[in-house]
């Protein structure tokens, strides 16, 4: 009997919610491919993992051929876009640069893997998870490049839910701030990480496991009924006073 192994691709793989839905996939047996920029990080977490890996930038013209190059034409039945961006700065100091860098990295990017990943996903009936932010329901002062960007994103997920469906399902998740390396400037200062860890009514910060768990649900058969949906993970912020 022949057995078809499948994978699930991981962008974004060395950051705090990446890097821990590939630890919490492969502990329940799934085969992963991990795409990041960190060729070090990168590599030390493969090993941990016995998985593949590509090393590439998302920003790079042709990205995406460098991962379906690595992939040797296996199957693959999950996707998880987990790159992102935390832009911080009032309208008036942007310039269109930081748009389209952010546009770019959030939101153009996700979609050149998605096709390249399309039909095989649909050979596999498989899944694609997005990630957004808090902020885009909420309205964050200081938040127009990430915001705009990320809406985008949720725009994405509801026009490919409706695009791929019944072959792919395609869900998103939009977590408050997380602790991650892109968020140490935000948390570094102990008063500040604390201030924030109030705004919420779960009264912490988002660690990287907490959407990692709803990422590896989503791309599972036991969500075989979702798609089209955006969860917000973000410790009540989204919908409690």
């Given at each position: 009997?022949?057995?078809?192994?499948?994978?699930?691709?991981?962008?974004g793989?060395?950051?705090?919610?990446?890097?821990?839905?590939?630890?919490?996939?492969?502990?329940?047996?799934?085969?992963?491919?991990?795409?990041?920029?960190?060729e070090?990080?990168?590599?030390?977490?493969?090993?941990?993992?016995?998985?593949?890996?590509?090393?590439?930038?998302?920003?790079?013209?042709?990205?995406?051929?460098?991962i379906?190059?690595?992939?040797?034409?296996?199957?693959?039945?999950?996707?998880?876009?987990?790159?992102?961006?935390?832009?911080?700065?009032?309208?008036?100091?942007?310039?269109?640069?930081?748009?389209?860098?952010?546009?770019?990295?959030?939101?153009?990017?996700?979609?050149?893997?998605?096709?390249?990943l399309?039909?095989?996903?649909k050979?596999?009936?498989?899944?694609?998870?997005?990630?957004?932010?808090?902020a885009?329901?909420?309205?964050?002062?200081?938040?127009a490049?990430?915001?705009?960007?990320k809406?985008?994103?949720?725009?994405?997920?509801?026009?490919?839910?409706?695009?791929?469906?019944?072959?792919?399902?395609?869900?998103?998740?939009?977590?408050?701030?997380?602790?991650?390396k892109?968020?140490?400037?935000?948390?570094?200062?102990?008063?500040?990480?604390?201030?924030?860890?109030?705004?919420?009514p779960?009264?912490?910060?988002?660690?990287?496991?907490?959407?990692?768990?709803?990422?590896?649900f989503?791309?599972?058969?036991e969500?075989?009924?979702?798609?089209?949906?955006?969860?917000?993970?973000?410790?009540?912020?989204?919908?409690?006073?």
């Amino acid at each position: 009997m022949l057995f078809l192994i499948m994978k699930k691709v991981i962008l974004g793989a060395t950051g705090s919610i990446g890097s821990s839905l590939a630890k919490k996939l492969v502990e329940s047996g799934d085969q992963v491919h991990l795409v990041g920029r960190d060729e070090a990080s990168l590599s030390e977490l493969a090993s941990e993992l016995n998985s593949t890996f590509t090393t590439c930038d998302v920003l790079e013209e042709n990205f995406s051929e460098k991962i379906i190059n690595d992939l040797k034409d296996e199957q693959v039945n999950g996707l998880a876009y987990c790159v992102g961006s935390i832009d911080l700065k009032p309208l008036k100091l942007t310039k269109k640069s930081d748009f389209m860098h952010s546009f770019n990295l959030n939101l153009v990017s996700a979609t050149e893997i998605i096709k390249s990943l399309a039909d095989n996903l649909k050979a596999s009936k498989g899944s694609i998870v997005l990630f957004s932010t808090v902020a885009v329901q909420q309205g964050f002062p200081n938040h127009a490049i990430v915001s705009s960007a990320k809406g985008a994103v949720e725009g994405l997920t509801l026009a490919l839910a409706a695009e791929y469906a019944p072959n792919i399902r395609v869900n998103c998740i939009a977590p408050s701030l997380t602790n991650s390396k892109i968020s140490n400037f935000l948390l570094k200062n102990d008063k500040m990480a604390e201030s924030i860890a109030k705004m919420h009514p779960l009264k912490r910060i988002g660690e990287g496991g907490d959407s990692a768990s709803v990422a590896k649900f989503l791309l599972t058969d036991e969500s075989s009924w979702i798609t089209g949906q955006i969860f917000g993970v973000d410790g009540g912020r989204s919908s409690v006073a």
